[in-house]
């Protein structure tokens, strides 16, 4: 597994070992996925029969500013470990993001949607996306939106953590989508091992705007911060972010993986960040 020092990698990797799998936990520091040779001579040392690409660059404003490290990353890198890991004969598995669609839609994406990224994250994970299509027919793409989870910087923890300090804050109220906490994404992803190759949709059901995921976020928490609604304009954020970013699940309902609601995944999510700071 690459990028097995982030959030989802983290819980990946927790995950497996507790289904019996042997892990081979590669970091950024361990593994360059942007180098070929680095990428052949782990994958030809340990020689995985599954590998997840979970490594990205995901700072959506700081693609913008370092776009040659971006595409590296999320397209070169994408289809460096595809091509290496159909050398070797493993399934591969890629990590993908909602941020490949243009956010301007009014109906959840479904898999097969025409993408039209509007940010050089979104572009770079297009890029990866398509590479590893042009590399092998039996990868599996799993794209997804709002993550967040322990050991990490996350949404959740970045309104905790002001909330601290600050009695109300301002929060973008006409961006909608799904938070998905990376306990459900890794327990979705070890599943579909199992399924065939594809693209898949994977987040909490339900959906919501950022200003109430906070709303709830201090519910949940017992805090009494104001969280005030404010639009994307008055924010005032330098990058585009999408407007509209709530993915179908079809293709793993039909795998018979029905995703919980958000709600119930955040409060489990605070009652385990609470009990582990006790």
């Not at 700081?62 to 595409?71: P, V, W």
């Not at 890198?77 to 669609?101: K, M, N, P, W």
């Not at 993550?147 to 804050?169: I, R």
């Not at 059901?205 to 009494?224: D, H, K, P, R, V």
């Amino acid at each position: 597994m690459t990028g097995a020092g982030g959030q989802l990698g983290l819980e990946l990797c927790r995950q497996l070992k507790q289904a019996g799998y042997e892990v081979i936990a590669l970091t950024k520091k361990m593994m360059n996925i942007a180098d070929q040779r680095s990428v052949r001579h782990s994958f030809g040392h340990y020689q995985p029969d599954i590998v997840v690409n979970s490594a990205a660059f995901t700072s959506v404003d700081q693609c913008e500013k370092e776009l040659d490290k971006a595409y590296l990353i999320n397209g070169i890198g994408a289809y460096y470990t595809a091509l290496e890991s159909t050398r070797i004969g493993a399934q591969y598995v890629h990590i993908s993001t909602d941020y490949v669609f243009n956010g301007k839609g009014t109906q959840p994406y479904r898999e097969d949607d025409p993408l039209d990224p509007k940010t050089i994250y979104g572009k770079s994970k297009r890029l990866g996306e398509e590479l590893i299509r042009l590399t092998t027919k039996d990868s599996t793409i799993i794209r997804t939106s709002w993550v967040y989870g322990h050991g990490g910087s996350n949404f959740v923890e970045t309104m905790l953590k002001l909330a601290e300090t600050k009695q109300e804050l301002r929060v973008v109220s006409d961006q909608i989508g799904s938070p998905t906490y990376t306990k459900d994404l890794a327990e979705a992803v070890i599943k579909l091992f199992s399924h065939p190759p594809g693209i898949y949709h994977v987040s909490n059901s339900g959906i919501c705007s950022w200003y109430e995921f906070a709303t709830a976020i201090m519910e949940e928490s017992g805090l009494e911060t104001a969280i005030l609604p404010v639009t994307t304009e008055e924010y005032g954020n330098k990058t585009p972010r999408p407007a509209y970013s709530v993915l179908s699940h079809r293709a793993i309902e039909e795998a018979g993986i029905r995703p919980r609601h958000w709600r119930e995944a955040l409060r489990e999510y605070l009652q385990e960040r609470s009990s582990a700071c006790d």
